[in-house]
């Protein structure tokens, strides 16, 4: 089966770094996204890797290691506002040639603390 | 430029009831999709439309029907509401299917 796996909490104390990690197994991988959810809020896109590497948007960066079929994303001067949930996904094929699916993970909550 | 938008943001319904949530986007985006999301869990693909006049079913689609008449508009209508369907709707839009998704900001729906 296809499956992602992302530890189910982190805890981090305001203004350290904090990674959050993310494996997959699917069949086929075209690349790996990150979304954050505030508490009753809706997910937002944070990044998207399709290349190996690091990428890096202010205080958030997101890594890719394809042979690893690993990514993770990287939290910088935390901020009591980055308190949330974290889910990576992965772009893959659908089941029909021309179609893509997005596979999920079950979603990291990100506890700062003071 | 409202992005996605979603109607309504709260909702009970009794069982056997049957309702319509409303999805509109107003970025011409091809691909949209319905998600649900139960309490502390990840999203599940209910429904999905490549574009109008197309759709496909996702993960968990029984209970649910879809249409897409326009681009625009995606609607998600339960049949007969039942309590397992309690949960938070999300409708997603994007220019490309399986990246950078702009989703709504949720209903809210409650089975009793």
């Not at chain 1, 990150?34 to 990428?55: I, K, M, R, V």
């Not at chain 2, 985006?29 to 990840?42: I, K, T």
């Amino acid at each position: 089966g296809q499956s992602l796996e992302q530890p189910s909490e982190v805890t981090a104390v305001e203004g350290a770094i904090v990674q959050i990690n993310c494996t997959y197994q699917t069949s086929g991988f075209y690349g790996l996204s990150w979304y954050q959810q505030h508490d009753g809020g809706a997910p937002t896109f944070l990044s998207y890797n399709a290349l190996d590497g690091l990428e890096e948007t202010g205080r958030f960066s997101s890594f890719l290691s394809r042979s690893d079929s690993y990514g993770y994303l990287l939290l910088q001067e935390l901020q009591m506002k980055d308190s949330a949930s974290y889910f990576c996904a992965v772009r893959s094929p659908g089941l029909m040639d021309s179609n893509y699916q997005l596979i999920w993970g079950a979603g990291t909550k990100l506890i700062i603390k003071p | 430029n409202a992005g996605v938008t979603q109607t309504p943001k709260f909702q009970v319904l009794k069982t056997g009831q049957s309702m319509t949530l409303q999805c509109a986007q107003d970025m011409n985006h091809e691909y949209m999709s319905w998600y649900r999301q139960d309490p502390g869990m990840g999203l599940r693909l209910i429904h999905y439309s490549v574009g109008a006049g197309i759709t496909d079913q996702g993960e968990v689609p029984n209970g649910y029907n879809v249409s897409r008449s326009t681009t625009e508009d995606f609607p998600l209508r339960l049949l007969s509401a039942a309590p397992s369907q309690t949960s938070v709707y999300f409708c997603a839009s994007s220019y490309k299917q399986g990246y950078g998704y702009t989703f709504g900001s949720g209903t809210r729906l409650t089975v009793v």
